[in-house]
């Protein structure tokens, strides 16, 4: 079974630190499909990054993503308040493993 | 302004069935995947299945978890997308999005969601 593994489950730092979320893939995937997705409280998601590295559009440059094989990050420099809530990374090429979402980090800024 | 709306969601008891809908407007629907994803209260997002109508073909995906029992159509001559949801079980309740797939494939466009209870 293919699984994405986000770590940490929480993190809470303060305003201007930077955030390192992770996302560890049961089996390596194929960059050009891999995401992240940002869901504040009570919205549905939106895309920050695609093909691993590409931010989508209207996303702050503090928000960058990286990572090959089974293993991705998303850094978040800068804090700000708005940048709270749970973050999902995601495999969705759909020829390959089953379409998949990480469990969540949660953001909180203290 | 690309846009989706979700409609249909409600109660429904174990084992009934129940259709979704999902408008869209403001893109070339027929030329986007289009997917459905879920969200149990206080749980994390599963995807559900995908559905694109080609030239050739009518593609659809499924999840395993809802394969056999959920089917995904679409009218594209109306913009709009359907989950028809059989047999359901309360391992069903939560939160159904209806999304757009855009840039680089990735789930570009969400909908707000509708709400479905399996309760007796």
């Known amino acids: 079974e293919f699984v994405l593994t986000q770590s940490p489950g929480t993190l809470s730092l303060s305003p201007g630190e930077r955030a390192t979320l992770s996302c560890r893939a049961s089996q390596s995937i194929d960059t050009s499909y891999f995401a992240w997705y940002l869901q504040k409280p009570g919205q549905a998601p939106r895309l920050l990054i695609y093909?691993?590295?590409f931010r989508a559009a209207g996303i702050s440059d503090r928000i960058s993503g990286s990572g090959s094989g089974t293993d991705f990050t998303l850094t978040i420099k800068r804090l700000e308040p708005e940048d709270v809530g749970v973050y999902y990374c995601q495999q969705y090429e759909y020829r390959g493993p089953p379409i998949t979402f990480g469990q969540g980090t949660r953001l909180e800024i203290k | 302004e690309v846009e989706v709306v979700e409609s249909g969601g409600g109660l429904v008891q174990p084992g009934g069935s129940l259709r979704l809908s999902c408008a869209a407007s403001?893109?070339?629907?027929?030329?986007?995947?289009m997917d459905w994803v879920r969200q149990a209260p206080g749980k994390g997002l599963e995807w559900v299945g995908r559905t694109k109508m080609t030239p050739n073909n009518y593609i659809v995906q499924y999840a395993a978890s809802v394969k056999g029992r959920f089917f995904i159509s679409s009218d594209d001559s109306k913009n709009s997308l359907y989950l028809e949801m059989n047999n359901l079980k309360s391992d069903d309740t939560a939160v159904y999005f209806c999304?757009?797939?855009?840039?680089?494939?990735?789930?570009?466009?969400w909908g707000r969601g509708t709400l479905v209870t399996v309760s007796s």
């Open positions: 093909g691993t590295s």
């Open positions: 403001g893109f070339t629907f027929s030329d986007h995947y």
């Open positions: 999304v757009v797939e855009g840039t680089g494939e990735a789930f570009d466009h």
